[in-house]
């Protein structure tokens, strides 16, 4: 079973026939959770043999079939689903087809494994064979070649029948048996072809620590006043500049505060705001516990502040959630059009920005699937699947780059650090949420805090090695990829981190970028 966007693919399994023979079906079945219904798809070329105990995976809109068994057979092929255009391939590998006896061993018809993706590489763990195994194999599908993997780390157990999940370049697998012993462990399985935002540190977790004590750490420069609200909530007028200009530019200023600098008044609710205020600095807030009217709210706003990809998640969320009943999806047409007429009105007569024509674009598609899931409901054809596509790589890659952006916006940095003659100006805030030397440093009323000006230079033995911690500070792990980066330098990096406090888990991330740049040549020169 695999899940894409609104519909779940189901293929094999086992059921038992009749006089007590088990049958495997091959049928390939789809259920569609905008309407609640199951289709079984007509396919063509080569299907797969039913089976069962299988895994699946789909990359770039195709569905792969791996291993599985029947009572009389193991599978070891790779089959591969067009999902548009629903026709089976049967891939292979080569190594089959070619009865190559070493590369054949490698994958024998496995059962009980776990599976996960890499680029265009299948990755496959543990499971049965003719033993339980607990080895790692790629298979690459540009070249249908099956090759092994290493396992460096903790030791883990042969196993098989166990529960999996693949996340951000990760397998984690859970439990098990090894023979007729249970299992009741946990192992994350990191794996190392090209590792994305898992990798660009803990800077939402800090950022969502800032956003919840801003009030009390006078960094904050920014109150806003919501409908109904006596007390405001405070933000970080240089992470609304880049993560959201069109909030940034409707600020006032203030006069009458020593701290403040601007205040906006919005007709939203103070919750509502703060969810917003959470995706701005983090990038993700908590709206699957909102009820229906709240969902609405928050898209609103959205909309208006022109968000795009948290437009995008609230429109999917509301299709595939509130959609048990008529009514409900009727209101829900009606709300989303306002909000649609809305939108329109308030930019009557002015060019579309290019964020508010893919919203436009995202609203279109919205009304249009809560439009078909009613007349599929009265027998007048299928839901429509157009609904909002959206990426989650490509809003990480946005977000790293907003935060990037702000490490080199001179105009809104508060704070200096001089060493050796040189000077970097920075933010404040970003410096206290990142390390625990500068949160200290910053909390108290010492003479450098009052000039807002700090002297580094005994405790720094490279400027350049300090510039790229700061950088690391504001966009991660992005940062440590820079080319001319070699290992002695991070090492040098990594001394003056845990100096300087670095928060969470980010010594543990420098130290693994210095270690894929290990080789016996640059070895000696790890001593720090």
């Avoid at 059962?111 to 299948?122: C, D, E, H, V």
């Avoid at 006032?252 to 705001?273: E, Q």
């Avoid at 005994?458 to 990829?481: E, I, Q, S």
Wanted: glycine share 8%; charged share 25%; net charge neutral.
């Amino acid at each position: 079973m695999k899940i894409i966007r609104n519909l779940i693919y189901i293929w094999g399994g086992a059921a038992m026939g009749k006089n007590g023979v088990p049958e495997y079906p091959a049928e390939l079945t789809r259920f569609n959770l905008l309407d609640k219904r199951f289709t079984q798809l007509k396919v063509t070329g080569t299907p797969p043999p039913g089976r069962y105990r299988h895994q699946s995976v789909v990359i770039d809109g195709s569905l792969y079939i791996l291993g599985g068994t029947t009572a009389a057979n193991r599978y070891g092929f790779v089959h591969k689903l067009d999902l548009g255009k629903l026709v089976w391939v049967n891939l292979g590998p080569e190594s089959d087809q070619k009865k190559s006896k070493e590369l054949k061993t490698l994958f024998k018809g496995r059962y009980g494994f776990g599976l996960a993706s890499q680029g265009n590489r299948l990755v496959v763990y543990g499971g049965t064979d003719e033993k339980v195994c607990g080895d790692v194999l790629w298979y690459d599908l540009s070249t249908n070649r099956w090759s092994n993997g290493s396992i460096v780390g903790s030791n883990i157990r042969t196993r098989e029948f166990f529960g999996s999940a693949s996340f951000e370049d990760k397998l984690a697998v859970f439990g098990g048996r090894d023979g007729d012993e249970r299992l009741n462990d946990l192992h994350v399985l990191h794996l190392r072809i090209s590792q994305l935002d898992s990798r660009h540190c803990t800077l939402r977790h800090e950022m969502a620590a800032l956003l919840s004590l801003v009030s009390g750490q006078n960094t904050a420069d920014i109150e806003v006043f919501c409908a109904g609200g006596v007390s405001g909530i405070f933000a970080h007028s240089f992470i609304i500049k880049h993560r959201s200009p069109i909030l940034f530019s409707r600020l006032s200023t203030v006069i009458d505060s020593p701290n403040l600098k601007w205040k906006l008044n919005v007709d939203s609710p103070m919750r509502t705001f703060e969810l917003f205020l959470e995706y701005i600095y983090t990038g993700d807030c908590t709206y699957h516990s909102l009820n229906v009217d709240e969902v609405l709210e928050l898209l609103k706003v959205s909309v208006e502040f022109e968000t795009v990809h948290l437009v995008t998640k609230l429109l999917w969320h509301l299709a595939l959630t509130f959609n048990e009943e008529d009514a409900m999806l009727q209101m829900l047409l009606e709300q989303v059009a306002g909000v649609h007429a809305l939108a329109l009105s308030s930019r009557k007569g002015k060019p579309f920005t290019a964020s508010f024509e893919k919203i436009n674009a995202q609203l279109l598609a919205a009304l249009e699937v809560l439009h078909s899931i009613l007349n599929s409901r009265r027998g007048k054809g299928e839901p429509s699947s157009r609904l909002l596509e959206t990426s989650v790589a490509e809003e990480s890659k946005e977000y790293y780059a907003n935060f990037e952006a702000m490490s080199k916006d001179m105009t809104t940095m508060d704070f200096t650090i001089a060493v050796k003659g040189e000077e970097f100006r920075v933010h404040k805030a970003i410096l206290m949420a990142r390390t625990t030397y500068f949160e200290n440093l910053l909390s108290t009323e010492m003479q450098e805090v009052c000039k807002n000006r700090v002297e580094l230079a005994a405790t720094v033995r490279n400027v350049d090695r300090l510039a790229l911690l700061l950088k690391f500070c504001y966009y991660g792990y992005t940062a440590l990829r820079s080319p001319g980066n070699d290992i002695g330098g991070l090492m040098e990096l990594l001394s003056l981190a845990e100096y300087l406090g670095i928060k969470s888990d980010n010594l543990i991330i420098i130290e693994n970028c210095a270690a894929d740049l290990i080789t016996t040549e640059n070895l000696s020169l790890i001593h720090i």
